[in-house]
């Protein structure tokens, strides 16, 4: 099956800083999620971006499906931008998702 | 509107005992989706409906798992015989359509299940 590799496995940033976090994947895929998981383990939905850019605030994010990997920016970072960072690929009959292990992201104030 | 709910929250078992998780899904989503969440990791596949009809069951990890979605809306998750490997986070997901690759997920809160 896909393998979905994301790097880091975790990060320590100092509040205002930029970061990119970085999700490779093993084949072709139609369609990629980012997903942010909070403190209390809810699983928001960042972006669907199969392909190009995307902006929503201080995050942004750039899939190259050709070369088989998503980019997650993450600008003037705050506290609030702590938790797990996860992106995923459907696969399969009703494009069940497939996960890479994560990003852990901690924000000092 | 509503998203995903899930009840319980949390659930604390005895090694042996039976579970059932519910998931309520957004109204008029027709593809369900189950996970699995161990400490640490990613959310892992268990089964999806579409409709009432579950259409996959390939992440299941043993015959005690069984999941049911009767009427299409409401779903439930069943564990019997719980050990303690089956600790962990259950994540419900629903998405609008079937079948189409375009189309989000979006989960719930989750119920933790810890097995003693």
């Known amino acids: 099956g896909i393998q979905v590799e994301q790097s880091p496995p975790d990060l320590i940033l100092q509040e205002g800083a930029n970061s990119t976090l970085r999700c490779n994947f093993s084949d072709s895929v139609n369609n990629l999620q980012w997903f942010h998981q909070n403190p209390w383990g809810q699983l928001i939905n960042l972006f669907y971006i199969p392909s190009g850019t995307k902006q929503n605030g201080r995050l942004s994010a750039t899939t190259v499906a050709t070369e088989r990997y998503s980019l997650l920016y993450i600008s003037s970072s705050q506290t609030t931008d702590s938790g797990v960072y996860f992106c995923a690929v459907p696969r399969g009959y009703g494009n069940k998702l497939v996960f890479g292990a994560g990003t852990i992201l901690r924000v000092k104030s | 509107g509503a998203g995903v709910s899930q009840s319980p929250r949390y659930k604390v078992a005895k090694r042996g005992q039976d579970v059932a998780l519910r998931c309520d899904p957004i109204?008029?989503?027709?593809?369900l989706f189950w996970y699995q969440q161990a400490l640490g990791q990613g959310p892992e596949f268990l089964t999806y409906f579409q409709n009432e009809a579950q259409l996959d069951k390939s992440g299941l990890p043993s015959d005690r798992f069984f999941a049911e979605r009767p009427e299409g809306s409401v779903s439930t998750l069943k564990i019997q015989r719980t050990q303690q490997e089956d600790s962990a986070v259950y994540l419900c997901a629903s998405s609008l359509a079937p079948g189409q690759r375009k189309e989000t997920q979006y989960f719930g809160p989750g119920t933790r299940l810890l097995v003693l």
């Open positions: 109204s008029g989503h027709v593809s």
